[in-house]
């Protein structure tokens, strides 16, 4: 055969495998999705539960007027128009479709046959929702604290805590995800699960002041910590932070820092647990301290996990709208917070998180343990003990 044959019978070959690949639709619209009107929980349930202000909250995470306000900020941003061939979902639809499946373990199957929408649109509505929340929320709910916001913050800890000029606790955790196509061992942790990171600071109140989400699951605290924005604008000095000062007892300005576990380096802006085992009782004490400043980010992970269950699971979709999930959920979290409140019991248990993998090759900083050394001894005089610590150590 010529080439002009050759190419002839390659076209007709491809055409035909093509033809025979294509699957035939059965139906423009699913029968099921065609009852939506009629049987889908938004049109049989969403106001009976608005009538009833318990289960609305049990169902949505959040309070009835929380509700209206966080609609009525993003509306404009996710409404869409109708066509000629089909209605648009309402947006009130589409934020109760989100909020139901960051707030229950229900993948998208399971809203499938709730919702009557079929997945590839319940996927594509949950992600815009996800983008407008984090968009529309962030600068209002996580705003980027300034000199005298850091002081209000440190006054919180000093009063909640008894830690004096501390900034916030800083934590990370695996947030569980499926195995992402084509990322061999990236995402695969220490625990043997796949996972992305988030890698969050908290203030006294149990809010995100600060979140960075996505980090692979393989990498540690202190990396992803030394490669966050956080970290450059504290080596940049432009977070804004306020000056060294006295603490009455102390005899040398004390900088003010970020409280962190074993995994984060020691640094003139983040203080971190004497390590070892045998330790004298001035250190001993040093980390009761510390610890009590830096379990408002644990209890802040158990506040988010137990309120909006979709971490109970792996996380089924690809990374990025992972990324947007968590990133929307942080703010949610600090939104409803500040309105609704937060259950203790929550604040006990973390569900489906799990603690990020320590670097036991950290460089420590000697020449900022002197301001460690200060605050240990400060914990142990008469202006800075607390009455129970003895019993603690």
């Keep these: 055969m010529d080439d002009e044959e050759v190419a002839i019978f390659a076209y007709t070959a491809l055409k035909i ?3 025979k690949k294509r699957v035939q639709r059965k139906w423009w619209v699913h029968p099921i999705n065609s009852e939506r009107l009629l049987h889908g929980d938004f049109y049989t349930l969403y106001s009976r539960l608005r009538a009833d202000d318990v289960s609305f909250f049990n169902y949505f995470r959040m309070s009835l007027t929380s509700f209206d306000e ?5 509306k404009h941003k996710i409404i869409r128009q109708d066509t000629n061939m089909r209605s648009a979902i309402p947006p009130e639809e589409m934020l109760a479709i989100t909020l139901r499946y960051l707030g229950s373990s229900n993948n998208l199957h399971d809203l499938h046959y709730a919702y009557r929408i079929g997945r590839s649109t319940l996927s594509n509505i949950i992600r815009t929702v996800c983008q407008q929340i984090w968009d529309v929320m962030s600068n209002e709910c996580m705003p980027t604290p300034n000199e005298e916001d850091w002081r209000k913050i440190a006054e919180g800890f000093q009063h909640r805590a008894n830690f004096p000029h501390c900034l916030g606790a800083v934590d990370g955790k695996h947030i569980r995800i499926t195995k992402p196509p084509g990322s061999a061992s990236l995402y695969f942790n220490y625990k043997h699960f796949y996972s992305i990171v988030l890698l969050a600071v908290v203030d006294s109140n149990y809010r995100f002041t600060y979140i960075h989400v996505g980090s692979f699951g393989k990498d540690s605290d202190s990396s992803i910590f ?3 924005s956080l970290w450059n604008k504290l080596q940049n000095n432009s977070l804004n932070i306020p000056s060294p000062n006295f603490i009455p007892g102390i005899n040398i300005p004390i ?4 409280v962190g576990d074993e995994a984060f380096g020691l640094s003139t802006n983040v203080l971190r647990p004497y390590a070892g085992k045998y330790l004298q009782d ?3 004490t040093f980390n009761y301290r510390l610890s009590r400043a830096r379990r408002y980010v644990e209890c802040s992970f ?4 137990n309120k909006w269950r979709i971490f109970h699971r792996p996380i089924d979709v690809n990374v990025e709208f992972a990324i947007d999930i ?11 917070r500040d309105r609704d409140g937060f259950k203790f019991d929550d604040t006990l248990t973390i569900t489906g998180m799990e603690d990020l993998d320590y670097d036991n090759n950290l460089y420590v900083n000697r020449s900022v343990n002197r301001y460690r050394d200060a605050l240990a001894n400060y914990f142990v005089s008469e202006d800075g003990q607390i009455p129970w610590q003895n019993e603690k150590i």
């Design 302 to 305: 158990g506040i988010l996990s």
């Design 17 to 19: 495998i093509r033809e």
């Design 282 to 284: 001035i250190k001993r």
């Design 226 to 228: 030394k490669n966050s």
């Design 255 to 258: 900088p003010y820092a970020f």
């Design 326 to 336: 968590v990133k929307c959920c942080c703010v949610l979290h600090n939104f409803v």
């Design 70 to 74: 966080l609609f009525a900020k993003i």
